[in-house]
């Protein structure tokens, strides 16, 4: 058995599913040779899934001198997390979601007197309880993180009524 259980993982999975698994997480733009070198796959091949990961509008392909790059195209991973999110979730839930995360931001505003998890954070330069510091970074994280998800929960909201409305299936 392997030491690294991320070892047995890599190993049962295809050449294929090694790269879109990585693909996936492609946050900075990179080479086809970098995902091919993390995946151990031929540069050839990581080529091939990352070009249908392209036109599956998955990933983006940027020109960058004499360089091909990939990145997640994040205008489409937000339009289908917008889609999952009014079909896994009922009008009422989203707005309860939406009520929640803005009353927590509220309550840090409130709770350290400042305006941005920006400002959270500088407050920790003059704290010396090692607790506080942490309670203090991890709640101005969290901030960033809800202020991230507000605006894709009020879009999913906003055209709720037309999603369900198209995306009826007859039988």
Not at 57 to 64: A, F, G, S, T
Not at 137 to 155: S, Y
């Amino acid at each position: 058995m392997s030491e690294d259980p991320g070892q047995d993982i890599h190993a049962s999975m295809t050449r294929g599913e090694r790269i879109r698994a990585a693909a996936r997480t492609l946050r900075t733009p990179r080479t086809a040779s970098w995902v091919a070198d993390e995946t151990d796959v031929s540069v050839k091949t990581a080529q091939k899934y990352l070009d249908q990961l392209v036109a599956d509008n998955v990933l983006r392909k940027l020109e960058q001198g004499d360089q091909t790059l990939y990145c997640v195209d994040q205008l489409m991973a937000t339009y289908r997390e917008v889609a999952s999110l009014q079909r896994e979730h009922t009008r009422e839930e989203l707005t309860s979601a939406l009520e929640s995360m803005r009353s927590e931001i509220t309550e840090w505003k409130t709770a350290y007197d400042v305006e941005t998890p920006g400002e959270l954070r500088a407050t920790i330069a003059d704290l010396d309880d090692p607790d506080e510091i942490t309670a203090r970074r991890e709640a101005a994280t969290e901030w960033e993180h809800l202020a991230d998800r507000i605006p894709i929960v009020r879009a999913a909201l906003n055209e709720y009524d037309w999603a369900s409305e198209h995306d009826s299936v007859s039988v």
